[in-house]
């Protein structure tokens, strides 16, 4: 066989390697729903940037602070990096490998006559000799074994970027939620002060009619009590505020000394109206969901690799070079080898059929996990539809009740002042005020955090076709 033959098997085992197609996604088995179980919508699906709909200045400006300073987004990125070489180390041997060598030797018998394996001889003690080779190599892919490592190196590295995405979406709803919690945590602060305040002022009046001797003991034992509970509330409120600080300060990466305060309005901030699609457009729009379609995708990818290990397999080789015995004639003797061999497993107790049945099972187990991920995010979408739904139901009764409590408490207020109405009234009502207010804040914190789920679940405006 002459070298041309032996360049164009090698020129084909390469082709066959450039042809093979990519390993396709498995399917799931799963149906989708055809509807939501709330109410169908018809407004858009979120965009990406869908934190900027709550209409909060400070919001945006904490999101790009999360997005630039996070250490978790930061090691999710250095994951696609990892897995960017491996995917290039995963695709390297479907072309062949091509080395350059230059050697030099020099051999002196110090003394005696020398043996066969020696370049040098009693006649000639010294030996000089200089010599440059390019060589070939590549295993020829018959088994697709090649490229199904290369499809399964590409498949986790689409794995990484939904997961790097993943990632961010978890970090900026976080931030959304901890930033919502700390605005509800200052209004309630705010309200409890403002009804310790009342409830001081209501104590005041107390004393003095009990030094007039138109209150008793009792009644000012209730009222006493009454603003002890509301000093109570108020430290824990400021507590629970700077805890929300510290994991706020937490996500953006940086010490909750460098936060700002807390100085936006909850009533501020707006809960946009969201678009949930159908759940079939769900698998699209979710990095968890894409994530684990692309490891089982890498696992099948395993499974032909396995397979192919159990095959014989073909390595062609070429070398081309050039000796002499000095440096300045290296290239005046050019010669070149060819060379084939042919490998086949015969006994290897069981390790290979073994390792094809290790990477079945995983295969199995990531379309488990697979299917998983899509019911849950089925799950998380109805959650938060319903979640959002039957806060709007309560707001309008508990801002109707907020009203009614304050006016309440007011007129309790004056006509006990008047001497018409009894303390108890005006306990009653305060309490009944305090309760109220803090609900109100409550369902509207919820009502804001439930749209961020909603937008979690939904994927946050993200797109397999987009990321990709």
Not at 94 to 119: I, M, W
Not at 194 to 201: I, K, Q, R, T, V
Not at 297 to 324: E, F, I, W, Y
């Given at each position: 066989?002459?070298l041309?033959?032996?360049?164009?098997?090698?020129?084909i085992?390469v082709l066959?390697?450039?042809?093979?197609?990519?390993?396709?996604?498995?399917?799931?088995?799963?149906?989708?729903?055809?509807?939501?179980?709330?109410p169908a919508?018809?407004i858009?699906?979120?965009?990406?940037?869908?934190?900027?709909q709550?209409?909060s200045p400070?919001?945006?400006r904490l999101?790009?602070?999360?997005?630039?300073?996070?250490?978790?987004?930061g090691?999710a990125a250095?994951?696609?990096?990892?897995?960017?070489?491996?995917?290039?180390?995963?695709?390297?041997?479907?072309?062949?490998?091509?080395?350059?060598?230059?050697?030099?030797?020099r051999?002196r018998?110090l003394?005696?006559n020398?043996?066969d394996?020696?370049?040098?001889?009693?006649?000639?003690?010294?030996?000089?000799?200089?010599?440059?080779?390019l060589?070939?190599?590549?295993e020829?892919d018959?088994?697709?074994g090649?490229?199904a490592?290369?499809d399964?190196?590409?498949?986790?590295?689409?794995?990484?970027?939904?997961?790097?995405q993943?990632?961010e979406?978890?970090?900026l709803?976080?931030?959304?939620?901890?930033?919502?919690?700390?605005?509800a945590?200052s209004?309630?602060?705010?309200?409890?002060?403002?009804n310790?305040?009342?409830a001081e002022?209501?104590?005041?009046?107390?004393?003095?009619?009990?030094?007039?001797?138109?209150?008793?003991?009792?009644?000012?034992?209730?009222q006493?009590?009454?603003?002890?509970?509301?000093?109570?509330?108020?430290?824990?409120?400021?507590?629970?505020?700077?805890?929300?600080?510290?994991?706020?300060?937490?996500?953006?990466?940086?010490?909750?000394?460098?936060?700002?305060a807390?100085d936006?309005?909850l009533?501020?901030?707006n809960?946009?109206?969201?678009?949930?699609?159908?759940?079939?457009?769900?698998?699209s729009?979710?990095?968890d969901?894409?994530?684990?379609?692309?490891?089982?995708?890498?696992?099948?990818a395993?499974?032909?690799?396995?397979?192919a290990?159990?095959?014989?397999?073909l390595?062609?080789g070429?070398?081309l070079?050039?000796?002499?015995?000095t440096f300045a004639?290296i290239?005046r003797?050019?010669?070149y080898?060819?060379?084939?061999?042919l490998?086949?497993?015969?006994?290897?107790?069981?390790r290979?059929?073994?390792?094809?049945?290790?990477?079945?099972?995983?295969?199995?187990?990531?379309?488990e996990?697979y299917r998983?991920?899509?019911?849950?995010?089925?799950?998380?979408?109805?959650k938060?539809?319903?979640?959002?739904?039957?806060v709007?139901?309560?707001?309008?009764?508990?801002?109707?009740?907020?009203?009614?409590?304050?006016?309440a408490?007011d007129?309790?207020e004056?006509?006990?002042q008047?001497g018409?109405?009894?303390?108890?009234?005006v306990?009653?009502?305060?309490?009944?005020?305090?309760?109220?207010q803090d609900?109100?804040?409550?369902?509207?914190?919820?009502?804001?955090?439930g749209?961020?789920a909603?937008?979690?679940?939904?994927g946050?405006g993200?797109?397999?076709?987009?990321?990709?």
């Amino acid at each position: 066989m002459n070298l041309p033959c032996h360049l164009s098997l090698l020129s084909i085992g390469v082709l066959l390697a450039a042809c093979s197609s990519t390993t396709p996604a498995p399917p799931s088995g799963l149906l989708a729903p055809p509807q939501w179980q709330g109410p169908a919508t018809t407004i858009a699906l979120p965009q990406e940037n869908w934190w900027q709909q709550f209409s909060s200045p400070n919001l945006d400006r904490l999101i790009e602070q999360a997005r630039r300073n996070s250490f978790d987004l930061g090691a999710a990125a250095a994951r696609v990096r990892q897995a960017q070489a491996s995917a290039v180390i995963a695709g390297a041997p479907l072309l062949p490998e091509l080395k350059f060598g230059l050697d030099a030797s020099r051999q002196r018998l110090l003394h005696g006559n020398g043996f066969d394996q020696l370049d040098a001889s009693s006649r000639e003690r010294t030996s000089t000799s200089f010599a440059t080779r390019l060589s070939a190599s590549y295993e020829v892919d018959f088994w697709g074994g090649k490229v199904a490592a290369r499809d399964s190196a590409l498949f986790s590295l689409d794995a990484s970027r939904f997961d790097r995405q993943t990632v961010e979406l978890t970090l900026l709803s976080g931030v959304a939620n901890s930033y919502l919690q700390g605005l509800a945590l200052s209004e309630q602060v705010r309200i409890a002060r403002l009804n310790l305040s009342n409830a001081e002022d209501v104590l005041q009046l107390v004393e003095t009619r009990y030094q007039s001797g138109s209150a008793t003991a009792l009644e000012l034992a209730q009222q006493r009590s009454l603003v002890a509970g509301q000093q109570r509330q108020v430290p824990l409120f400021e507590q629970q505020l700077r805890e929300a600080r510290i994991t706020l300060a937490t996500l953006l990466g940086e010490p909750v000394q460098a936060l700002p305060a807390f100085d936006e309005p909850l009533t501020g901030l707006n809960w946009p109206a969201i678009g949930s699609g159908v759940p079939s457009d769900l698998l699209s729009r979710r990095p968890d969901i894409a994530s684990a379609e692309a490891r089982l995708a890498a696992a099948q990818a395993d499974v032909q690799v396995a397979r192919a290990a159990m095959l014989p397999s073909l390595t062609l080789g070429a070398d081309l070079g050039s000796g002499a015995d000095t440096f300045a004639q290296i290239l005046r003797s050019p010669y070149y080898t060819l060379s084939a061999g042919l490998a086949a497993p015969i006994f290897n107790n069981g390790r290979l059929r073994a390792e094809r049945d290790k990477a079945r099972a995983e295969q199995q187990e990531l379309l488990e996990n697979y299917r998983g991920s899509i019911v849950a995010g089925f799950a998380d979408v109805e959650k938060a539809l319903n979640g959002i739904s039957g806060v709007d139901q309560q707001r309008q009764a508990q801002d109707q009740e907020v009203v009614q409590a304050r006016i309440a408490f007011d007129l309790s207020e004056r006509r006990y002042q008047a001497g018409a109405e009894t303390l108890l009234t005006v306990l009653e009502t305060q309490r009944t005020l305090y309760q109220a207010q803090d609900q109100q804040v409550q369902l509207r914190l919820a009502r804001l955090q439930g749209s961020v789920a909603l937008y979690k679940a939904l994927g946050g405006g993200w797109q397999v076709a987009a990321e990709q």
